[in-house]
């Protein structure tokens, strides 16, 4: 019974696409079954008066960051979200073209108690292509195809809040990047499974991620905060040491391999929060997902 499940949505904007936003509400009312409750949250700007009745608004004076925003949404439907079952997370520039969405996501959390993240299929609206890095897995060549995978699109899923409850929120520090990933390490290290769903999918203009001012610097700084809080020691200069090569081998321009040493040098001597190393079977489990805490 998928009923019983309630869902609700956050929402994050910075005011600055109205009539995005407006469309995405109206494709989260347009979904089967129970209606969804939504929470829309401002990011330094006013929203409420802004949105269609209804929806709840959380004005916050300031930008806090992808993961600080989304953080306010959860707490919005009470601590760790426990007013609702399940919390939809949304881009505000994207769209649900199916009414079943919330329905499939009922569907599969009630089917499976171990379930507890749903990473959405991104397709761009116009041409229904899903980009490799939309695809959260090594073997990224057929989107179309739903699996286990270790982590999720922060844009587009959809998170038991049990999840949140047993081992807390985003990483509001993070501002951007990996913060997902950081969740995302968590939640398997306590026993919970992420799905990618083919059949989930969320309309987004295609995009690079590089369009934020500040992603060659948060990348390199939350991927050493990302070892540092969740790796054993042993894995953490392995796993850094890959991912310097990676960038080094992908050419980036001077201004950009610039401000990545910045970002890297940062995740060295910035508090990271607190390191809660995830477990050996944890990374075991991890490699056979495909996917090794080294990659």
């Not at 610097?217 to 540092?228: F, G, P």
């Not at 391999?257 to 390191?275: N, S």
Request: contains cysteine.
């Amino acid at each position: 019974m998928t009923a019983g499940l309630r869902v609700g949505a956050v929402i994050i904007t910075m005011g600055n696409r109205p009539d995005d936003l407006k469309a995405l509400i109206d494709s989260v009312a347009r979904q089967e079954g129970d209606p969804v409750d939504v929470v829309v949250v401002g990011q330094g700007v006013r929203v409420t008066g802004q949105v269609p009745a209804g929806v709840r608004t959380v004005d916050l004076p300031e930008n806090l960051g992808i993961p600080g925003g989304r953080n306010a949404g959860i707490e919005a439907f009470g601590p760790g979200g426990r007013d609702v079952d399940v919390l939809l997370f949304l881009d505000d520039d994207g769209l649900l073209p199916r009414t079943d969405t919330a329905e499939l996501c009922r569907q599969a959390f009630a089917e499976d108690p171990e379930l507890g993240i749903i990473s959405f299929r991104i397709a761009d609206p116009d041409t229904g292509v899903t980009q490799r890095r939309h695809v959260p897995r090594l073997r990224a060549s057929d989107p179309m195809r739903s699996s286990r995978v270790t982590t999720f699109l922060g844009g587009a899923n959809a998170v038991r809040t049990s999840v949140f409850q047993q081992v807390g929120g985003l990483p509001d520090a993070f501002f951007y990047a990996h913060e997902e990933t950081d969740l995302a390490w968590r939640a398997l290290d306590a026993g919970w499974c992420i799905d990618y769903r083919a059949d989930m999918v969320l309309h987004h203009p295609t995009t690079a991620p590089s369009r934020h001012a500040t992603y060659h610097h948060n990348v390199a700084r939350n991927r050493v905060w990302l070892a540092r809080r969740n790796l054993p020691a042993l894995l953490v200069p392995v796993y850094l040491g890959v991912w310097t090569l990676l960038t080094l081998v992908r050419r980036p321009s001077a201004d950009a391999l610039k401000a990545w040493f910045a970002g890297f040098r940062e995740g060295w001597t910035a508090d990271c929060g607190p390191r809660r190393p995830m477990k050996w079977r944890t990374v075991w489990r991890l490699t056979r997902l495909g996917r090794p805490p080294v990659i």
